[in-house]
């Protein structure tokens, strides 16, 4: 077993004496930490009346606050829980808090302090990765020998006998099958971060093999799934369901995994979904490299002549394992949203009007927006698609319908935070396996919405999605192993056990609390009358709990990553006016921040320009606008005094300041106090 931090180990005896006395005293806190101008709160069992937020370096208290009570018996962890609202400080630093005795692990506030988030979560596919040799410049102390290269042999329930060339992909989760149904969903996330968010992820140092090709990593990534994909392609346009053993392996290396290894039965699941992807992909790399892009758009649209020749759901009742396999079943008993996905993907790449006839007539069958993507529902992924689409023959009335479903649906979600003790947007029952992932899918559903309707309250309660994630949990922790003081020590991951290195693969996100106890060791440790949020271990034996799996890494990259870079800040696609993420100008965050006399606002712009700043207080009325003519490309700064237009002085508060030209804004915040 791995070995653990001293103080993991005092939170592990404590959680066996009895939940109550391990979670006394808790300060929480994201241990990554916040973005200036986000909203932050601290949450504590502590009843004590005030906390203090301590700069790492000096050592001195930078702010205090009142800790009033925030939820009694809170429904999802059976705490009492207090909140301090830290919102105001947005000077970048190391920090704890304090509340009387107890102290919080360290944080940042910081422009980039989801950076090793993001970096990590996505460096963690490359060290998923089948097929290859992991090698030293990459993945350092992780590198290891290339695996499975016989994959793989038709399994007998596919009707057909022989071997097939199906290398490469990523291992699924803590074992190493792969399954191309949440390959796919996994792949069409990434591509759907570059494609409507390509300022954000256009990084190219993640330090994989392709880094440096001037394909974006993210993108290059992707595309080890998307071949794999291919290759599981019959003749006929099916995508085989999955390649695995007919048996887990034990805990060991994958290069020592002998296991004759199977390719199973066609799906209609698993075809709509990675038509889905490969359509997505086609449109990504088509100014990369035409050749693959083609190749993608074929299997796609060989896909779509299969699900057209089977309207009904292939295997009937859909996939099951045959007798003597136990691996992943992955069972979907529904594939009208797999093929819904694979038309609006179609459609946006082609622009063809058989897809967009076939999306129009069935768009509504599995309802509107009112769940988050996964594996099992790609609903949304296929709705997000059409919301967003540039194809011009795109049926208006409809795309006007799914924003207005998307904004109440995510009003749902911000009614599930708002009622939460840790503002994650998850009710008791709904703490299932993998529960880690759907609050994560939420939190991009609440990007989306955010993108569309500018409202800020669904960004806030996005990084809130991400804040329980790293910490603002009932468990104390980072759920991300190599992020934050306290993390996963004990992953259900194979070559995170067999390595013999302490620390797990970094950048693995575990599955999170499940209230239905889906494994053994979730069963000896806690009942039906424990609270849902508190039904997570860190154990090697708890899967159920403590797996890893890339279709939960997939939405972490895409929030991380969006909230990592902050060259294009502030509301990309606002709704009224039309405009765009800049590409003219970068608008930095002011210093001193807060501030009592004045406060320099930087800006660079990128080439010539007309721009506007304007400074906004908290009800939204610009209270002092400049206009600045003619600037050449450079840093340039505007120092502002606290006045007004007419120069009298404002009061103590929040502002916002924005930086426009015609056709694109930044927006930053800052805090004036007297």
Not at 101 to 109: G, K, Y
Not at 174 to 201: C, H, I, M, R, W
């Amino acid at each position: 077993m791995k070995k653990s931090y001293t103080r993991l180990l005092l939170l592990t005896l404590f959680f066996l004496l009895g939940v109550t006395s391990w979670m006394f005293g808790q300060v929480f806190v994201n241990q990554m930490g916040y973005l200036p101008d986000a909203p932050k709160f601290v949450f504590s069992t502590s009843t004590a009346s005030e906390f203090a937020v301590i700069d790492e370096n000096s050592g001195q208290t930078v702010f205090s606050g009142t800790l009033p009570l925030f939820r009694s018996n809170d429904p999802a962890t059976g705490m009492t829980l207090y909140r301090g609202d830290f919102s105001n400080l947005q000077l970048s630093g190391e920090y704890r808090i304090n509340i009387g005795a107890l102290q919080s692990a360290p944080f940042v506030i910081a422009d980039t302090v989801y950076r090793d988030v993001y970096y990590k979560s996505l460096k963690s596919f490359y060290y998923q990765r089948c097929g290859i040799d992991l090698v030293g410049d990459f993945a350092g102390e992780y590198a290891r020998a290339k695996c499975h290269q016989a994959d793989g042999f038709l399994h007998a329930s596919t009707g057909q006998s022989g071997f097939r060339l199906a290398r490469y992909s990523w291992h699924d989760a803590g074992d190493f099958g792969k399954y191309s149904g949440p390959a796919a969903v996994t792949a069409g996330q990434l591509l759907l971060a570059n494609e409507y968010f390509p300022e954000k992820f256009a990084q190219d140092d993640l330090e994989i093999p392709e880094s440096g090709n001037g394909v974006p990593d993210i993108l290059d990534e992707a595309r080890f799934a998307l071949g794999w994909l291919m290759n599981m392609q019959d003749a006929s346009g099916g995508i085989y369901h999955k390649l695995t053993p007919e048996n887990f392996a034990g805990f060991i290396m994958p290069g020592t995994d002998n296991s004759q290894r199977f390719i199973y039965q066609i799906s209609s699941t698993a075809t709509g979904a990675a038509a889905a992807a490969l359509a997505r992909g086609a449109r990504l790399f088509s100014e990369y490299d035409s050749t693959f892009a083609n190749q993608c758009l074929s299997a796609a649209q060989n896909a779509w002549a299969f699900l057209q020749a089977n309207p009904a759901i292939v295997p009937p009742g859909g996939f099951q394992n045959p007798q003597g396999t136990v691996t992943g079943q992955y069972g979907d008993g529904n594939d009208r949203d797999e093929r819904l996905w694979a038309a609006a993907e179609l459609f946006e790449t082609t622009g063809e009007s058989a897809y967009n006839s076939y999306f129009v007539n069935n768009y509504s069958q599995s309802g509107l927006f009112s769940s988050e993507a996964g594996w099992q529902n790609v609903n949304a992924l296929a709705l997000i698609t059409y919301l967003y689409s540039d194809q011009p023959s795109a049926n208006s009335g409809i795309v006007t319908l799914l924003g207005n479903s998307l904004n109440s649906y995510c009003n749902t979600l911000l009614g599930y935070r708002n009622t939460n003790g840790f503002h994650v947007s998850i009710n008791p029952g709904e703490y299932v396996w993998g529960s880690n992932g759907n609050v994560l899918n939420r939190g991009l559903m609440l990007l989306f919405g955010w993108h569309k309707t500018g409202n800020s309250e669904f960004r806030a309660a996005a990084l809130d999605q991400l804040n329980y994630n790293l910490g603002v949990n009932a468990h104390n922790i980072s759920f991300l192993t190599g992020i934050g003081e306290m993390h996963p020590m004990h992953i259900h991951h194979r070559q995170s056990e067999a390595d013999n290195i302490a620390e797990p693969i970094p950048g693995l996100l575990a599955g999170g609390p499940n209230e239905y106890l889906n494994d053994d060791v979730l069963q000896g440790h806690f009942d039906e009358n424990t609270p849902p949020a508190l039904c997570y271990i860190d154990d090697l034996g708890s899967y159920a709990s403590n797996e890893v799996a890339i279709y939960w890494n997939s939405p972490l990259v895409v929030l991380s990553g969006y909230f990592y870079n902050t060259s294009a800040n502030g509301i990309l696609d606002d709704p009224d006016t039309g405009m765009r993420s800049p590409t003219r100008f970068n608008l930095q965050q002011n210093y001193p921040n807060p501030f009592n006399n004045d406060t320099t606002i930087p800006f660079e712009l990128l080439r010539d320009s007309d721009v506007e700043l304007n400074i906004y207080n908290a009800l939204g009325q610009i209270v002092r606008q400049e206009k600045f003519a003619g600037l050449q490309p450079g840093t340039h700064q505007f120092i502002w005094r606290g006045t007004g237009d007419n120069g009298e002085l404002l009061s103590s508060g929040t502002y916002h300041f924005e930086l426009k030209s015609h056709s694109e804004r930044q927006i930053r915040s800052m805090v004036l106090l007297k």
